[in-house]
């Protein structure tokens, strides 16, 4: 194990942490910024959310072309793969190991799903984890109580309310080893023009399949803004449905639950008991009928040699932290 490594799995299960100090997980920030940031941080939510709204009047109507949905379902397989097996199961938890080059391209590829620089994605997400579902985590759903009206409230505050919090998590304490990457430290600067390229990119190929402005504005609503909205609300949904309701067959310390609905459109993020049970693991969806497709990318990475160190569940563990209710 590198120095690296040590790094990340501290930050992944952080007992150094004060329970019940919300405040101290935060870094300030300047002000004018953190504006700036919110500003354009909800101009990527809204936008996207209206042209959701939107496609269903326009799907009805037939404004689409079997080229709209194979370029969205490409782009929305590669960039929510850089976010479930780059962002979460590499960068956050240490899933495996691999080389430079791919490091980068998982970078560049979670980046381009629009959901924040994959530094402040991973030391957010392990901020959660040292705190989930108490004082102190990002975004519990749990976070004003038990009632219906403040789990209504807490709903809304782990789906999205939180993106808008001016204080945000201290990158310094949760992600030391990528700020020390300067690969990542440059991918994460460039987060605005991945961001537009992952908009704009849908456009061009657009005009060059279909040879239309028309066709171009076609590929830029489905593949681009469409794409981007129902990516961002499937992630967010891990957030917020899987600590609501679900099954929960394995021990852990917070309210997290398999939703198997979610399965195929999360990449295997929704099987979330057991990944909070076991956040090192890389594969979430370990009995044969749960999808994870996360994982079989891991898997097929790993036959050819681009990942190495895969942590596989192990299942003789796995049965000593299972819960005997569901045994």
């Known amino acids: 194990m590198t120095a690296t490594d040590t790094v990340v799995t501290s930050a992944v299960n952080p007992r150094k942490t004060t329970p019940g100090v919300r405040r101290e997980t935060v870094a300030p920030r300047s002000m004018a910024k953190a504006r700036i940031e919110q500003l354009s941080l909800t101009a990527f939510?809204?936008?996207p959310f209206a042209a959701i709204v939107a496609a269903i009047p326009l799907g009805w109507g037939q404004w689409i072309a079997?080229?709209?949905?194979?370029?969205?379902?490409?782009?929305?397989?590669?960039?929510?793969?850089?976010?479930?097996?780059?962002?979460?199961?590499?960068?956050t938890h240490s899933g495996f190991k691999t080389s430079r080059p791919v490091r980068i391209a998982l970078a560049v590829a979670g980046n381009m799903a629009i959901e924040g620089p994959v530094i402040?994605?991973?030391?957010?997400?392990?901020?959660?984890?040292?705190?989930?579902?108490?004082?102190?985590?990002?975004?519990?759903p749990w976070r004003y109580g038990p009632g219906p009206r403040a789990l209504t409230k807490g709903f809304w505050h782990a789906h999205i309310g939180w993106l808008f919090d001016l204080e945000q998590t201290d990158q310094q304490r949760y992600a030391p080893d990528l700020l020390a990457d300067r690969d990542l430290v440059r991918v994460s600067r460039l987060f605005a023009p991945l961001a537009a390229t992952s908009l704009f990119l849908p456009a061009l190929i657009g005009y060059l399949w279909g040879g239309?402005?028309?066709?171009?504005?076609?590929?830029?609503?489905?593949?681009?803004?469409?794409?981007?909205?129902v990516l961002h609300h499937v992630t967010w949904s891990t957030n917020s449905i899987c600590h609501i309701v679900g099954k929960r067959p394995y021990k852990s310390r917070d309210r997290s639950a398999n939703v198997w609905p979610l399965a195929f459109v999360s990449m295997g993020e929704s099987w979330h008991n057991l990944h909070h049970s076991e956040p090192t693991l890389a594969r979430h969806g370990v009995k044969n009928w749960q999808v994870d497709t996360s994982a079989y990318l891991i898997k097929l990475a790993e036959t050819l040699r681009l990942v190495r160190d895969v942590r596989w569940p192990d299942h003789e563990r796995l049965k000593a932290r299972t819960v005997a209710s569901v045994a």
């Open 66 to 91: 079997w080229r709209d949905v194979i370029v969205a379902s490409v782009l929305y397989m590669v960039t929510g793969h850089g976010i479930t097996v780059g962002f979460h199961r590499y960068f």
């Open 120 to 140: 402040r994605w991973v030391a957010d997400h392990r901020r959660h984890h040292a705190f989930s579902d108490k004082d102190g985590d990002p975004h519990s």
């Open 212 to 229: 239309s402005l028309t066709a171009a504005l076609e590929m830029f609503f489905w593949a681009g803004l469409v794409r981007v909205g």
């Open 45 to 47: 939510i809204v936008i």
